[in-house]
């Protein structure tokens, strides 16, 4: 599966991947302003679900990000959990907001 990337005159963008037919099939949207990664909504069809794709997915964002000195909000809980289970190797781009999501709306229970 190759991660595919695009990103609109406006800066918001997404990783996402499509399977043979051109039909995607998970994605990573977010939105670029000033010098934050607004990463709001990651997706993996319902019969993919527990693969590792929506891993993958944020794996090239944490990649795009550091490489084009960026910082990361995330407003999607699946990449919060994310950032929450590992807080050292995301400290240098995770912007932490005090009205962060939970991790429940995306069906994760954070590590305790």
Known sequence: MDIQFKIDE?????????NNHKQQIAELDFEIKDDVLNAYHTGVRKELEGQGIAGKLFDEMVDYARSNNLKVLPSCSYILVKFKRNEDQ???????????????????????
């Open 10 to 18: 406006q800066k918001r963008g997404s990783f996402f991947i499509e």
């Open 90 to 112: 995301y400290k240098d781009i995770w912007i932490r907001d005090k009205d962060e999501p939970t991790g429940e709306a995306c069906g994760i229970k954070p590590k305790k």
